[in-house]
DNA sequence: CTGAAAGCGCTAACAG
DNA sequence: CTGTTAGCGCTTTCAG
């Protein structure tokens, strides 16, 4: 009793080949009912479980999938959504008997002094894992094109156009600005400003469209200083300090919007925050509405308009591409995933309704 | 070129056996300079890189630590938690070359409809892991018994006192729940109600006493009714809706409290919202405060005073103590981490100080 | 349907 | 310090 049974142990017992033992493990080939019994008998009897360490050895494969995160952002934003993701992941390639492994890709790189073609060419020839899900796509991505480069078969999280043949699994960004900026003149908002990062990432532009389309929609022409467009590098413009500080720019000057629709809730905490400072009362004065719908946006005061994102979801979409891809299959190379809109109470009809009303 | 170049590949071309190779690789012995700058030219020249799966399969060993999270907390406070511990434990353990994965331990076990010593047997018998850790440990629970029974080397975030031998890492929470209630107290407060949830887990009453302390050192006697008690499922307790529900609960008797302090930020915000509702305003009536300081603590208005803890250092403390017991080297059974106190805009001086100063 | 046999690529005694 | 020799436990041809 003192060592771990082996396949070999199993067989002998049920007086049969470890081949048969192996076949009937991983359903490889039919064994016959009677034999089959016989050997599940001994399993039992013998308490074996294969080792996960000979079987990928052998088999040349870890079924691992790594998630490459950047752990840089420390954002809340960041952080919540990753592993919601990660969850979203395991929730489906656990069936499939995959596992996910966690990878700082950038923070691993430097620390390696290894560039990302060397790092990715490593790993992989180290059969550390049989695909990856890439989860924030940046600007351009030394990392995400050496993948690519590499045939490492890879999903990523968002949109990443700047590599041939990737699979992009996506929420309907421009959707969902269209449904809340909708939402903000349905209520009698005319003047809506826009307050986002500059168009470098897809995600970006998808935001603003969806609040052109909105506008062009109801007829609106937005006015160039609609546009609040925070500053900073890569992550920074989408944090809550850049969107505090362009909000806070933007009202010195006089301005003349009753709404602004922020790129995503934290965004638009930082543009309540700074109204809240210039002596607005929320939402009787601006209505602000954010995007992705993260567990604090209901719970902050006022609680948030916004467009709700099922992030879990996204992670099980991006987990059964992988599988499908790594079965060989051929996969969309975009899926888009529908939002909602939630209404909450950081949005109020506008009081000038009765003015815009007149005007024609 | 078409194949992977092996350990063979290098020893022949270096004209060194296998064995010198290994060694080399992983430092197990010592080698000749000349040899080793032969063997480190061919391994170049070939570009040569370890299979992982074969290295652990020589080994028996997966060099793999399994981060065990309980997914089914959608919770802000969870996802954002778990995800900054992950990425600490990566910190340290990516330099010791150990990866970690992540594993949905509950769910799995639901899932295999195994018992939890069934599913942790299985899984450690497959080699899947070297260590593990735990990260949201609940009142009693199965698996955890399971692995500190199977004598899988094991750390804890947070407390779970049933087990013997389990190493556990934590936040100091009561020199936290001290100290942001001090700050209380310094600021005239002398009504201060506590609102967390009942005393089944240890950082529960942890926090509790910390509160307590700090009365107590100013010679405040806590009147029974400020304690706020949630109610609820073991997360649930947690939670704004708890949070909220237990202080509309007490804000309908007549109630003499200046200030609350909260178990974590989210019961804060459910705090603020019943307040708010109640036509208050903060923190002019009441002071409120958290404890965790989450990155939205800062965003939120008004901004909480917290206490704050560095998360992603908790992990890294555990990685390190997980690594020295997989070395064989003792280790402290509990590590706390110290938190500081971040003074916001939830608190503010009392109004009835100068009453209060009068009364002796 | 089943068995025999040959590895997968590396590590780890054991000699020398 | 280095080479030789066995495996680690499973999968997978190839025969039968």
Redesign the pocket.
């Known amino acids: 009793m003192g060592?771990?049974?082996?396949?070999?142990?199993?067989?002998m017992r049920a007086?049969?080949?470890?081949?048969?033992?192996?076949?009937l493990?991983?359903g490889?080939?039919?064994?016959?009912p009677?034999?089959?019994a016989l050997v599940r008998q001994a399993m039992d009897e013998l308490g074996?479980?294969?080792?996960r360490?000979?079987?990928s050895?052998?088999?040349?494969s870890s079924r691992t999938i790594a998630v490459l995160v950047d752990g840089e952002g420390e954002s809340l934003q960041g952080n919540a959504f990753l592993m919601t993701v990660a969850l979203g992941l395991n929730d489906v390639l656990a069936d499939a008997d995959y596992s996910i492994r966690i990878i700082n890709g950038h923070q691993a790189m430097r620390q390696s002094r290894q560039t990302a073609s060397e790092w990715t060419r490593e790993r992989w020839m180290r059969h550390e894992f049989d695909g990856v899900v890439i989860t924030n796509p940046t600007t351009t991505d030394t990392l995400i094109e050496a993948i690519v480069q590499a045939e490492i078969p890879a999903v990523v999280i968002g949109r990443y156009p700047h590599a041939e043949g990737l699979i992009e699994i996506d929420v309907d960004n421009v959707g969902g600005t269209r449904m809340v900026t909708a939402h903000l003149t349905d209520i009698g908002h005319r003047r809506i400003a826009f307050l986002g990062p500059p168009d470098r990432l897809t995600v970006a532009s998808d935001r603003r469209q969806g609040y052109l389309e909105a506008l062009t929609r109801s007829g609106i022409w937005p006015d160039p200083d609609w546009f609040l467009e925070t500053e900073g590098t890569d992550l920074e413009v989408f944090s809550f300090d850049a969107a505090h500080r362009a909000v806070v720019m933007a009202a010195k000057k006089p301005w003349s919007w009753s709404a602004v629709v922020a790129f995503n809730d934290e965004m638009a905490l930082g543009a309540v925050r700074a109204l809240l400072e210039s002596g607005m009362e929320l939402p009787r004065d601006v209505s602000i509405v954010g995007f992705d719908d993260l567990p604090f946006a209901r719970m902050v005061n006022p609680s948030l308009t916004t467009v709700h994102q099922d992030i879990r979801q996204l992670g099980q979409h991006a987990g059964r591409a992988l599988l499908a891809v790594l079965r060989g299959r051929k996969v969309a190379d975009l899926t888009i995933q529908t939002v909602s809109l939630v209404i909450r109470s950081s949005t109020a009809p506008t009081r000038d309704l009765t003015t815009v009303d007149l005007e024609p």
Chains 1, 2 share one sequence.
């Open positions: 060592t771990r049974p082996t396949i070999h142990d199993v067989a007086k049969v080949s470890p081949a048969t033992v192996s076949r493990l991983n490889s080939a039919r064994v016959g009677e034999t089959e074996y479980v294969p080792s360490l000979a079987q050895f052998a088999r040349g």
